[in-house]
Nanobody, 124 residues
Framework: QVHLVQSGGGVVQAGGSLLLSCVVS????????MGWYRQAPGKEREFVAS????????DYGDSVKGRFAISRDNARHTMYLQMNSLIPEDTAVYYC?????????????????WGQGTQVTVSS
């Protein structure tokens, strides 16, 4: 049984940085797409970023381009989200996801595995 376990997050002032991590256990997803979503209070869940398994192709949601960086270390079964130049609008619960086997990776219903979520709060 594959599990995604997240760490990182917390409270940071605007302009600051945070690093989120997502460790895969119970199986290998090294050839699968992985990514991050987020959900702010009162809003729908939003695609943040994704990264392919072998070629490390990356893409980002428009709201985080140029500020966030997704990466992965398949040897450590870990994916990361480096968040820089944070703004209050980045405040949300962040989720790591893996294996978009059921369709477009821009749709949350496509992903097979989800992490437990971690709160990121950016104060102004």
């Amino acid at each position: 049984q594959v599990h995604l376990v997240q760490s990182g997050g917390g409270v940071v002032q605007a302009g600051g940085s945070l690093l989120l991590s997502c460790v895969v256990s119970g199986g290998t997803l090294s050839t699968k797409w992985m990514g991050w979503y987020r959900q702010a209070p009162g809003k729908e869940r939003e695609f943040v970023a994704s990264i392919s398994g072998s070629t490390f192709t990356r893409d980002y949601g428009d709201s985080v381009k140029g500020r966030f960086a997704i990466s992965r270390d398949n040897a450590r079964h870990t994916m990361y989200l480096q968040m820089n130049s944070l703004i209050p609008e980045d405040t949300a619960v962040y989720y790591c996801v893996a294996d978009a086997s059921r369709g477009s990776r821009y749709r949350e219903t496509s992903w097979d595995y989800w992490g437990q979520g971690t709160q990121v709060t950016v104060s102004s």
